[in-house]
């Protein structure tokens, strides 16, 4: 059982350079979400999916695009990359329903670094 | 806005001891509570959880204390173990909502 997968570990990009940090899961879960890691900064929700077709903003979306064509994948696009955006991404996902509501699960992340 | 905060960037503790992590947050609408626990080069997992109908949750070593009035809660490790050195961070939700939101962690070091 995988989990939450995520691809690349590591990115380096330019700015104004475009990318797709990829995410998956094999739990069949609904939900499913994007944070950001900044050093005194927590994790921050940057865009989440509660099913295939539905996606919405979290607290910090500008400069990133999300789709959810499938249950299994929520992939993160980055338009024009800035160096604001120099940090660690952290997929997550959970079940729907109040048992599960808020226990996710993450996956080990991506490391992108803009210069 | 930080509607949750942990003041405390690190925290050492020597093995055997009690570590003693603590959050606080601002919005009382938030009904639920939990700790997460990180090492480098993870992903954060789920350690334990709380609901604000509580104010006390328990789970083999780890007990988290929630005093609403204080908007306040606390994770408690005892006895301290070196795999207990992580990154813990807080979060809260509010019911019906989709979101979690997130301290800026606390990295904790267990001392031999």
């Known amino acids: 059982n995988a989990g939450v997968t995520q691809t690349p570990k590591f990115q380096v990009l330019k700015t104004g350079q475009s990318m797709t940090l990829q995410c998956a899961q094999d739990m069949n879960h609904e939900y499913m979400s994007w944070y950001r890691q900044d050093p005194g900064m927590g994790l921050r929700l940057i865009h989440y999916?509660?099913?295939?077709?539905?996606?919405d903003q979290g607290e910090v979306p500008n400069g990133y695009n999300v789709s959810r064509s499938t249950t299994e994948d929520f992939p993160l696009r980055l338009l024009s990359a800035a160096p604001s955006q120099t940090s660690v991404y952290f997929c997550a996902s959970r079940g729907q329903g109040r048992t599960t509501n808020e226990k996710l699960f993450f996956g080990s992340g991506t490391q992108l670094s803009v210069l | 806005d930080q509607q949750v905060k942990q003041n405390s960037p690190s925290l050492s503790v020597q093995e055997g001891r009690i570590s003693i992590l603590n959050c606080d947050y601002t919005?009382?609408?938030?009904?639920?509570f939990l700790w997460y626990k990180k090492y480098p080069a993870e992903g954060p997992t789920f350690l334990i959880s709380i609901s604000s109908i509580k104010d006390k949750n328990e789970d083999g070593r780890f007990t988290v204390f929630l005093n609403k009035s204080a908007k306040h809660l606390s994770l408690h490790i005892v006895p301290s173990q070196p795999g207990d050195s992580a990154v813990y961070f807080c979060a809260a939700s509010v019911k019906g909502a989709q979101k979690l939101v997130f301290g800026q962690g606390t990295r904790l070091t267990i001392n031999p």
């Open positions: 919005n009382s609408m938030f009904d639920y």
């Open positions: 999916s509660v099913g295939a077709g539905i996606t």
